[in-house]
């Protein structure tokens, strides 16, 4: 269009701005209103947004009676977990957020924001007058250690290769301290509960699945027909049946296979039925991203001299897994939230305890609130998932070569 | 080429014969999970009659006596209802509470002295039998209804009733209606899965009344749906009909129906093949209908202590052997009637006037009172 326009008229137009992008109602009149349908459409829709809108503002700030959710403020996190053992888990709350700090500090990038959301939910939770004193003590001390961890991680020597000790045993770490095992006094299972349960299935079915999902999926691509075949037929198996199924023979069934006096708690049947649940999906994903890998890279590393194992390790599965990063994480999110299943089995996880929380007769009819408020927990935690997993496929460059 | 289709052939028969094996080996599973889909019973009538799993494992799994096992254990393990409002729940101080937790802290009480010396495990009306019977838990107190396939085919016994409960139905006192007749093609709401279901088909049936079914998944949506008068009545047990009019917006505009659709015996079990722990749980929830029946409470339980009424001197354990026959120490009912209280003190805590259910009595006044509670002698 330009080039049509003689020099001087297009001077002109420079400047002198087109009016239809000025203010508010050029934009308006160009985006919204500019056909009579298009303002017809735009008149309902905003008719439609201000009743959704009004309707549940009015809602969440008059007719709903948060009290269900600020005094079961402890229940909805921790569960019934015994109230002067509490310091355990905020240790562990303690060595996750300086896990954080440091990352942010030497990582930047992702793990920052994350740190940073992190950092604003702890201020949240400090400034709201139902959490306890001593609950506020702890969230500042986690405030200042993820500050503290974010200067000092850069400058630490070897900090990359500390912190990531620090989160491969965090794990058992904080399965340590939650349970005692005998060094402090013993908190069992069954009273762990609320958001802390659903967190620790949930992790432990993600971290679990991921190398029993590489194993099957390698095995189901492997020559030797007995592993081929295992692994296909236990693929298949577990992908045919819904995970509540997965749940239901872990409480109802296993325990009457078991010999007698022999035991397992209920949470780690259901932690394993979670993670056997999770690794099958895991595996064909894997597969997936095998698949995509042409021939080319596997005869590559064999000319090169490498042995199967080392193929694989630096150059099959690196370039594998990149390649399905988003469906390893949808799998992590759907299963985060699958764990909802367990309060259907007896568990108390979130749900479970929003559905333990409503019994309570000070509070009958007030489910709403309940569950508006657990689902904004959930919320939260899967979007900060997809979130992570946006930018590290930007970072690893997925889909752009 | 022939290969690969030989191989492929191989993959589909091999995988068919596990999935036929894995459907015959799963049989049971899927009973146990499809005879009870209530999920979230609010009523004690979630049973839907038979449940899998013979009472063989109950019998086999309690070679040892359980009250050993609850000693060297030092606690009782009480399957429960997490979700009951009123007869089981965690408070905002994360304690169990509720109608049914105290019977199990009774027997804490009776053992220990301490009716704190419970855990209680939240059980899903699913998985609570083959919780009782593999030994997880040692009683199961969880607004069981006690019918004849429980207690044969099951594998447990149940202890005297402790809540007589019946199905009822609400309506609006707008609309009249008095009687079931009444309810010809009405709009009736249930929660599905559940006996409730099955009696009131079975109930509207012999009475030859048509209605219209609107089932329901849980009972806070049957609720909704009842208040925003998507439906004309909806039905589950009478104490969980009682317990909901309270959170209605216009409690007083509503009623339930004096007819009652079934039986709902609610009380503790155990399993078979422990004769004297099932004394103890018997004797321990007539120690609390019998302290009522003598006037004995925890206020003034110490008043009781130096009678000469030989009924109330051998039921606190300073005469005779009671307790001892069963293996408790014989002050048994004392510890229990000091620390628990006596049944109507425990209605009255959790259900009773003061609180929001304000449940009346009526079956469950003691015999004197015209109720069907009644203690055979401690003697």
Known sequence: ?401 | MGKRKNSLSVLLASLFLIFALFLAGCTSDEDASTDEPSTTDDGGSDDGGSDTTSGDEGESSTEGSTLATVEDRGYVVVGGNGQLPGFGYVNSDGENVGFDVDFGKAIAAAIFDDPEAIEVRPLSAQERFTALQTGEIDILIRNTTWTTTRDTELGTHFAPTTFYDGQGIMVTKESGITTLAELEGARIGVETGTTTELNLADQFRKLGITYEQVVFDDSDSLVEAYESGSVDAWTTDKSGLVSRQATLTEPEAHKILSEALSKEPLGPTVRQGDDQWFNIVKWVTFATIEAEELGINSENIEEFMDSEDPVIRRFLGNEGELGAMMGLPNDFAYRVIKHVGNYDEIFARHLGPDTVFNLERGLNENWTNGGLLYSPPFR
């Open chain 1, 1 to 401: 269009m330009s080039s049509s326009l003689k020099p001087e008229e297009s001077v002109k137009q420079t400047l002198e701005p087109p009016k239809s992008t000025l203010g508010i109602n050029g934009w308006l009149k160009k985006n919204l209103f500019n056909s009579f349908f298009n303002s017809i459409l735009t008149v309902v829709s905003v008719l439609v947004i201000y009743f959704i809108l009004k309707g549940s503002i009015t809602w969440v700030f008059t007719t709903a009676q948060w009290a269900v959710v600020t005094e079961n403020y402890r229940l909805f996190m921790v569960g019934q977990y015994t109230i002067d053992q509490l310091w355990r888990v905020w240790t562990c709350l303690g060595f996750v957020s300086l896990l954080f700090g440091l990352s942010a500090g030497i990582w930047k990038g992702t793990i920052r924001n994350l740190s940073i959301v992190l950092m604003l939910l702890y201020l949240v939770h400090t400034i709201v007058p139902f959490v306890s004193s001593t609950g506020k003590m702890w969230l500042a001390i986690n405030i200042a250690i993820i500050l503290a961890g974010y200067f000092i991680g850069p400058r630490l020597p070897k900090s990359k290769a500390i912190t990531l000790v620090g989160w491969f045993i965090s794990f058992p770490l904080i399965i340590f301290l939650l349970n005692g095992f005998g060094v402090f006094s013993p908190v069992k299972t069954n009273i762990w509960g609320g958001l802390l349960l659903t967190l620790l299935i949930s992790v432990v079915a993600i971290l679990g699945s991921f190398p029993i999902g590489i194993l099957l999926a390698l095995g189901r691509t492997s020559k030797l027909p007995i592993i081929k075949y295992f692994c296909i037929t236990y693929i298949e198996i577990i992908r045919g049946i819904p995970l509540i199924t997965v749940f239901f023979m872990a409480q109802i069934m296993i325990p009457l296979f078991l010999p007698e006096g022999f035991e397992i708690n209920n949470v780690i049947r259901v932690m394993i039925g979670a993670t056997l649940f999770t690794a099958a999906y895991m595996a064909e994903n894997v597969r997936g991203g095998l698949q995509s890998l042409q021939r080319g890279q596997f005869e590559a590393a064999k000319a090169i001299g490498l042995n199967p194992v080392h193929s694989m390790a630096f150059i099959i599965m690196p370039q594998a897994l990149r390649a399905v990063i988003p469906a390893i994480v949808g799998q992590s999110i759907s299963m985060f939230k699958d764990t909802t299943l367990v309060a259907i089995v007896g568990l108390i996880d979130l749900l479970g305890i929003a559905q333990t929380v409503k019994a309570n007769p000070e509070f009958l009819g007030r489910h709403m609130e309940v569950y508006v408020f657990i689902a904004l927990v959930y919320w939260v935690i899967a979007y900060s998932m997809s979130y992570s997993s946006r930018r590290l496929e930007k970072s690893l460059g997925v889909g752009e070569r």
